[in-house]
């Protein structure tokens, strides 16, 4: 095979890393959802929590006796809390796998090169100095 006929990029080669990055794009929404489910699961149960707060502070009838309605936030904002964090890392978890399958479907993939796996893969080399740029130990 000729030079040009090996950097040449084919039809199906063009879209094969279109569909990979595509793969790519659903694992980083899937990770990125799965960060806002956690988040947002710290968030409201902050909220439930300075509610509960607010409800003891201004209930007198809770200052007598067991906080019923205290203790209920209470435990309701830490059960929020403990199932958004499991929901959200869960909903990571496998944003990070399909990443890990997509990147061991791109580098076996026959139809890449490497040029073109790296591209997929969003890889770039780590800009160096030029040689006369750099300085030299005395």
Same mark, same amino acid.
């Given at each position: 095979? *000729?030079?040009? =006929? @090996?950097?040449?990029?084919? +039809?199906? *080669?063009?879209?094969? @890393?279109?569909? +990979?990055?595509?793969? +790519?794009?659903? =694992?980083?929404?899937? /990770? =990125?959802?799965?960060? *806002? /489910?956690?988040f947002a699961g710290i968030v409201v149960g902050g909220v439930i929590l300075v509610a509960s707060l607010v409800e003891f502070l201004l209930n007198p009838a809770e200052h007598h006796g067991f906080p019923v309605v205290f203790a209920s936030f209470l435990a309701c904002a830490v059960l929020f809390v403990l199932v958004s964090q499991i929901l959200g890392t869960a909903i990571r978890c496998q944003g990070q796998l399909l990443r890990a399958v997509v990147d061991s479907d791109v580098n076996s993939s026959p139809f890449l090169s490497n040029a073109q796996r790296a591209k997929a893969m969003k890889l770039r080399r780590p800009l160096t100095m030029p040689e006369r740029m750099r300085v030299r130990a005395a």
């Amino acid at each position: 095979m *000729s030079a040009a =006929a @090996l950097t040449t990029e084919t +039809y199906e *080669s063009v879209a094969v @890393l279109e569909r +990979y990055q595509n793969s +790519y794009r659903t =694992a980083e929404k899937e /990770i =990125a959802f799965g960060e *806002s /489910i956690w988040f947002a699961g710290i968030v409201v149960g902050g909220v439930i929590l300075v509610a509960s707060l607010v409800e003891f502070l201004l209930n007198p009838a809770e200052h007598h006796g067991f906080p019923v309605v205290f203790a209920s936030f209470l435990a309701c904002a830490v059960l929020f809390v403990l199932v958004s964090q499991i929901l959200g890392t869960a909903i990571r978890c496998q944003g990070q796998l399909l990443r890990a399958v997509v990147d061991s479907d791109v580098n076996s993939s026959p139809f890449l090169s490497n040029a073109q796996r790296a591209k997929a893969m969003k890889l770039r080399r780590p800009l160096t100095m030029p040689e006369r740029m750099r300085v030299r130990a005395a």
